[in-house]
């Protein structure tokens, strides 16, 4: 006779979302975005709260361009868990991609503000605060300094 868990679920259920995870982040190392997700999908489907599972399946969904569904997931992981650098970056990047450079700075500042030591962090909100004072001289009709060359004489 077999015996079940006191809350009626089966425990091969944890042990397949686990499993659709691990295999779910070997396609992502091996650079098979695309599959990844669709395991991950699975994945989160079963286990919804996870934040590893929504984590891999946010990088996942960006790598294969789907940035509004990465921002989404890596959202609810900064919902839960607000000091959460990778997820702060990760939403960072995705709204980034999305066409929001305005919310975008806002949660890769707070990614580099609390890991001052990771210099791609940096590097990101950089590049959308560059964005945004591009867009502010465009609105604005100033001229950038784009396409301009350098004449040493």
């Given at each position: ?19 659709l ?79 929001d ?31 945004l ?21």
């Amino acid at each position: 006779m077999s015996e079940e868990p006191a809350d009626g679920q089966d425990s091969r259920e944890g042990q397949d979302t686990y499993d659709l995870y691990r295999r779910g982040l070997d396609l992502l190392g091996r650079g098979s975005a695309a599959a990844a997700a669709q395991v991950l999908e699975r994945a989160a489907e079963a286990e919804p709260q996870s934040r590893s599972v929504l984590e891999a399946l946010a990088r996942a969904q960006f790598d294969t361009g789907r940035y509004q569904a990465a921002a989404g997931n890596f959202r609810r992981i900064v919902e839960a868990s607000p000091s959460d650098d990778y997820a702060q970056f990760g939403l960072g990047l995705a709204l980034a991609r999305t066409g929001d450079p305005t919310a975008a700075a806002e949660h890769l500042a707070l990614a580099a503000a609390m890991r001052p030591d990771l210099r791609h962090y940096a590097d990101a909100l950089r590049g959308v605060r560059a964005t945004l004072r591009a867009r502010t001289q465009a609105e604005r009709g100033e001229p950038g300094n784009q396409g301009q060359a350098s004449h040493d004489g």
